[in-house]
């Protein structure tokens, strides 16, 4: 204990005052302190730069994962040709260069866009019509990939039968199909003699000989019917990618994004472009400090994660969408003083000061503040209305609030012996750490109480530590039963019409928009009706509107016994409703109406003890390459004529 003097107690100070014992507390203190922080600090701003740096790799990622979704839509489209071409090529020779080219236009959201088309010879093969037709057909495909991928330049089809389909279209006399592309890496390496499993490949970077700069190439083989009949392949420039290396941070000495051998795709701080005769892809190891060594680095980035080398953090984070990597490479020298001006010296001074006057008096409160607390953590457990449980490292329930024991049927008797596998109904995979979850856990699961009722909850659970060990976990359990009704309520509403269960008008032209294109897409024809329920208004008047409602019901009801599975059938207004028919042409459509008419007009409505005769006018339109609004326009014209020429018939648009 030290001793106070009286010299002391009256405001004068001397090296008696305070023994040297108490100066060396004083001194662990704040060296204590001060380390504190700063490992504090330090732990703070890794995770602020990892956070920062996986969300750049992630953002990266998404741009990747969009290629190559479009890459897979292209060669599904690709390798499933139409059944029967009907193919008409405007075929240009051309002696020069021994070959053939065509300028052919697709129509891209109404707007007529030319493609090019060239290949070896004097005219296309004949055996290539089918792999010509499937090319042309994803040709909107392909406009719509390049319109959707900012950073793609040029998007083609290189077949194995000697020709070229690419957008946007290129003058054949600047470029134009050679059996040089053959040998050109993007195809090369995905022919199934270098590629036998038949895998999407993204190549080496390279210098774009049109002056873009740096680009890559994403490409996929395309397999017809087990033939490899070519490459669908995605240019891309790096640019974006240079850009988002920006937002790396201050005080970084360089950020790079490299491929699996080590060439640099992008970097925060670009190099002027090389000259050809130069190297044409820098190597990261020509980027990072002369004091990494090549194996150094080699070691470094084949470990990931943050690596220590020297007096430098080398920090490397793996993509998931190609074999590339995120290097992020910063000095020691920087980061400790990033973690240095973290700091606040005011509130290390203030801590400094006031840790001696606080001590004492913390330690004398903290008996009553932990009674207080716990107080407090069981009044709180059952005045809520949530279940509220701890358990052990080994899932045995240890505590379990009134609610809880109420709502699932347990006593106090039973605390040590339930378990948490008893509560939850697991389902492959199992929830991580059950009774010892390392982290802050919220999932949804099923829970199942004592007489076997079960129930959704939403679990909110937090792992339990003493003297750096989890010990268990403590939990929140809340019934969403309620919610999840009402999600499926509003689910339902969002999409279907609520007084006839058919789909509304939003969910109708989503969904017909979407068959139309299919159809389109395919080549196959596609119609269109608009009914009209006739005097409607009248059973409205004459009934009641209750009546007015079993009248609607009562009409999907029978339009559903006609219809056929792949039909879409939509309430448009009041008593107006469309339907749109897949594979129906237009006499097809025609029988398909006449027996919807001749349906209803036999099935009256039974009301109680009225018999409500009724009839439908319908008008039909076959979607011709008019767009799904000009054809429903153009129905609506058709069933007016049919009001006009007395109801209760159908009229086609013509």
Not at 291 to 311: N, T
Not at 434 to 444: F, H, I, Q, T
Request: charged residues 25%.
């Amino acid at each position: 204990m030290p001793r106070y003097h009286a010299g002391m107690m009256r405001g004068g100070r001397h090296r008696g005052d305070v023994p040297w014992p108490a100066y060396l507390l004083l001194v662990t203190i704040a060296v204590l302190v001060v380390a504190s922080a700063l490992r504090l600090h330090a732990r703070q701003l890794e995770q602020e730069q990892a956070t920062r740096w996986t969300r750049i790799a992630a953002d990266i990622d998404a741009i990747l994962a969009a290629v190559n979704h479009h890459l897979l839509l292209l060669g599904a489209e690709l390798e499933h040709p139409p059944g029967q071409p009907d193919l008409a090529l405007p075929v240009r020779h051309h002696p020069s260069w021994q070959g053939w080219s065509a300028r052919l236009e697709v129509r891209e959201r109404g707007t007529p866009v030319p493609v090019h088309l060239s290949g070896a010879g004097p005219r296309p093969p004949e055996a290539a019509g089918r792999e010509l037709a499937a090319a042309l057909q994803a040709a909107p495909l392909m406009l719509a990939s390049r319109r959707n991928l900012p950073e793609a330049t040029w998007i083609y089809y290189l077949s194995a039968r000697r020709f070229l389909l690419a957008v946007p279209w290129v003058d054949p006399a600047t470029y134009h199909y050679t059996d040089t592309l053959l040998e050109k890496p993007f195809y090369r390496d995905l022919e199934p003699a270098n590629n036998p499993r038949l895998e999407p490949r993204w190549t080496e970077p390279y210098q774009d000989e049109f002056g873009q700069g740096l680009m890559v190439t994403a490409a996929r083989p395309v397999v017809e019917e087990g033939r490899f009949s070519g490459v669908v392949a995605i240019d891309l420039t790096l640019r974006q990618l240079t850009r988002l290396l920006g937002e790396v941070g201050p005080m970084i000495r360089g950020a790079y994004l490299i491929d699996d051998h080590g060439h640099i795709l992008a970097e925060r701080d670009p190099r002027p472009a090389p000259k050809a005769d130069a190297q044409p892809v820098p190597d990261i190891a020509q980027r990072l400090p002369q004091d990494i060594s090549v194996e150094q680095a080699r070691s470094a980035l084949a470990a990931g994660g943050l690596q220590q080398i020297g007096h430098y953090r080398l920090r490397v984070l793996p993509l998931a969408e190609a074999p590339w990597k995120l290097v992020v490479c910063q000095t020691d020298g920087a980061f400790w003083w990033q973690v240095l001006r973290g700091m606040k010296g005011e509130l290390l001074i203030l801590v400094l000061l006031g840790l001696m006057a606080l001590l004492l008096e913390r330690y004398r409160r903290m008996h009553a503040r932990l009674l207080i607390m716990e107080d407090r953590f069981r009044d709180t457990t059952e005045l809520l209305p949530e279940i509220i449980y701890e358990a052990d490292a080994n899932g045995n329930v240890t505590f379990l609030n009134q609610v809880g024991m109420e709502r699932l049927g347990y006593g106090q008797e039973d605390l040590g012996r339930l378990n948490l596998r008893d509560l939850f109904v697991f389902r492959p995979p199992e929830r991580p750490g059950v009774g010892n979850c390392s982290a802050r856990l919220e999932m949804e699961y099923l829970v199942q109480s004592r007489s076997g009722e079960q129930f959704p909850a939403l679990l909110r659970a937090c792992p339990i530590r003493a003297h750096g060990q989890i010990v268990g976990e403590r939990g929140i359990l809340i019934d969403i039963s309620e919610l999840r009704r009402y999600q499926q309520e509003l689910e339902q509403l969002a999409t279907t019409d609520y007084l006839t269960g058919c789909y509304n008008r939003r969910m109708f032209m989503e969904l017909a928009e979407l068959e139309y294109k299919r159809c389109r897409r395919r080549r196959r024809p596609c119609a269109v009706l608009t009914l009209d329920i006739d005097h409607f208004k009248h059973i409205n008047d004459s009934w009641g509107h209750k009546a007015g409602d079993e009248t609607l019901r009562h009409f999907v009801s029978v339009l559903q016994q006609v219809l056929r599975d792949t039909d879409i059938l939509g309430r448009t207004g009041g008593e107006e409703f469309a339907v749109l028919l897949p594979d129906a042409d237009l006499d097809q459509a025609e029988e398909i109406a006449e027996r919807i008419r001749e349906r209803v007009a036999s099935s009256p409505l039974q009301y109680g003890r009225i018999r409500i005769p009724l009839t439908v006018s319908i008008g039909v339109v076959a979607l011709e390459g008019e767009g799904l609004d000009t054809a429903l326009r153009q129905a609506d014209h058709a069933l007016y004529s049919a009001k006009k020429e007395g109801r209760n018939r159908v009229v086609s648009w013509v």
